[in-house]
């Protein structure tokens, strides 16, 4: 005769890469002109992403420790997207050589992303990022 054991819910998944109790910032991220297809077809996401850069900072056990890690800006915000949102394998289309390629307009708040620092700029809650491509065949 088999017996049962009561199911119990295993315990909640700690968020992927993150500590626990991490801060995070929920920003909008768009994207339009054709890139949302690299996205899933969605155009706009709601995403609560690490406020900091946990991957800029490296050391080893030959060094003082490392300084704190720096706040979350557009340089990892590209990183997170690429690996964490798209789910196209054709990340050069995005992306060329770790930097959103020319011809992607992006805009941070609706301003122009050079007016505010382009990849430097450090996220705020709240904000939101949109991504144009003016990339056409032709």
């Known amino acids: 005769m ?3 054991e009561p199911l119990t819910d295993p315990p909640p998944a700690a968020p992927e890469e993150s500590p626990e109790n991490e801060p995070s910032i929920s920003i909008t991220v768009e994207f339009t002109g ?3 297809m690299l996205f899933s077809d969605q ?4 995403l609560s992403i690490p406020a900091v850069d946990r991957e800029s900072s490296s050391g080893n056990d030959d060094t003082p420790p490392p300084p704190p890690p720096p706040p979350a800006n557009i340089a990892f915000l590209v990183r997170y997207l690429c690996r964490h949102v798209m789910r196209d394998r054709r990340q ?6 770790g930097t959103v390629r020319p011809g992607i307009l992006v805009l941070i708040n609706d301003a122009d ?4 620092g382009e990849e430097k700029y450090e996220l705020q809650q709240g904000d939101n ?6 990339l056409h065949g032709g």
């Open 92 to 97: 050069e289309l995005f992306v060329l050589d």
């Open 2 to 4: 088999a017996t049962t």
């Open 43 to 46: 155009r706009k996401h709601h």
């Open 113 to 116: 992303w050079e007016l505010e």
């Open 129 to 134: 990022i949109l991504f144009v491509s003016t």
């Open 34 to 36: 054709g890139l949302e």
